[in-house]
């Protein structure tokens, strides 16, 4: 099997991660890295990596056909549109652009050079989404093993450790929890659901930076509610996801799979019995009794190992499509626009 040589823009957390963890070498082989900073480029020669000595380098190298942008968010439309026009294929980590605008030029660049664009939204095979994903399927086919039509969906990302490095706490680099978390929770929303009808959205500024640490989007579907949570101020663990159905509840608590769906047991002869709430009482709101539910174990769904880069290697060696499609890929952006509108006039945007 013929290796793609691919080189790595950026040797930081991502890059790196990438190059130790990510590309798989049965298919390819890392040309080089470089990085605009002295260290990260000593850290890269330290790890066995050729440093290149500027893009320049890079694009002139014949043998290198490939490049992944790994930089700071505000640099991903600079290097994906310089590389595209040296006639080398690019991945792009997300957010890919700062504006559907800079991602749409991206596009016409590496359409009129004839070369593979990728963007490397790597989330939308994780387990546990998979695994929503496969209860809303089987919800809305019908399978009378799942937990019926899906009405709402809770997708949550939280944690207590604020706005992470450096660069992401500034708006100018393309910082901030939407750009961060938001573009990976919006696009398996699109995934399972395409574009919203409209969303609502509201940031968080709590830590005094000029971007956001945190938001909450809904995204509002013909019959089917997404709420999206991301908050880096949550000290105590939440679930990753709650689904909600006409014949039962889901909760994913974790990236593990730690979960169980929750079913209801419908008799004519339960009688819902009220419980004392606070200074009321209440039977709506009354917990269910245990005779009166049934607990399942998740049907997990897991994906197949090195998924996006077997695509990518298959789409630069035999022209075969890619999973991360364009136009999901703008719908993100689109979304990701409406909402900062929708948090800046406190209304709700149609899409």
Known sequence: MRKIRIAVVGYGGMGEYHCKSLIPRDKFDIAGVYDIDGNRRAAAAKDGL???????????????????????????????????????????EKPVALSSVEYERMIEASAAHGV???????????????????????????????IGRILRIESRVQGG???????????????????????????????????????????????????DDGFKLTAEYDGVVVEITVYTDCYIKTPRWIVYGENGTAVIEDWDLNGKTVKPVFSPERKIAGIKAGNGFTKTMAYRTADSLVEEDLPRIYPEPDVFYNEFYAAVQHGAPLSVKPEQVMTVMKIMEAAERSARTHESVEL
């Open 116 to 146: 593979v664009f990728a963007v490397h939204q790597n989330r939308r095979w994780d387990a546990d989404f998979l695994t929503v994903k496969n209860l809303f399927e089987t919800g809305r086919l019908g399978d009378p093993s799942g």
């Open 50 to 92: 050729r440093v290149f000595g500027g893009k320049e380098e890079i694009a002139s190298a014949s043998d290198c056909e490939a490049v992944l942008i790994a930089t700071p968010n505000d640099s991903h439309a600079e290097y994906v549109e310089y590389f595209a026009a040296a006639g080398k294929h690019v991945i792009c």
């Open 161 to 211: 450790n604020g706005i992470p490095g450096d660069w992401r706490k500034f708006k100018e680099k393309g910082g901030g929890m939407m750009l961060d978390w938001g573009v990976h929770l919006i696009d398996q929303a699109v995934v399972m659901l395409g574009k919203p009808n409209s969303v609502y959205c509201s940031y968080s500024f709590a830590q005094g930076f000029d971007v």
